[in-house]
């Protein structure tokens, strides 16, 4: 049973940059075919798929937050981790991580981010 749990400050201020990670148990993220996504949640909104990070270490982004977003991993902890840089009152969600791998079957259980000064 794959488990995801996101990590995390949960209070940012306007342009600093947001950092999180997602440590994943009960499978590798080097796993072949298996990927990583970031996807958020404004109060009151839709999700937003944020980004992906594949098991060969590819990324991908939403081209709307492409020029703020990087996603990397460390596969000795088994983690990756989202950086949204320039970040807004906007920016303001619940963060979620998830394995993609033909929809989204495992989700961590998210954590809320403010934006604010």
């Known amino acids: 049973q794959v488990q995801l749990q996101e990590s995390g400050p949960g209070l940012v201020k306007p342009s600093q940059t947001l950092s999180l990670t997602c440590t994943v148990s009960?499978?590798?993220?080097?796993?072949?075919?298996?990927?990583w996504s970031w996807i958020r949640q404004p109060p009151g909104k839709g999700l937003e798929w944020m980004g992906v990070?594949?098991?060969?270490?590819?990324?991908y982004f939403n081209p709307s937050l492409k020029s703020r977003t990087s996603i990397s991993r460390d596969t000795s902890k088994n983690q990756f981790s989202l950086q949204l840089s320039s970040v807004t009152p906007e920016d303001t969600a619940v963060y979620y991580c998830a394995r993609q791998y033909g929809g989204f079957g495992y989700w961590g259980q998210g954590t809320q981010v403010t934006v604010s000064s």
């Open positions: 009960g499978g590798s993220i080097t796993t072949s075919y298996w990927a």
């Open positions: 990070i594949a098991y060969d270490g590819s990324t």
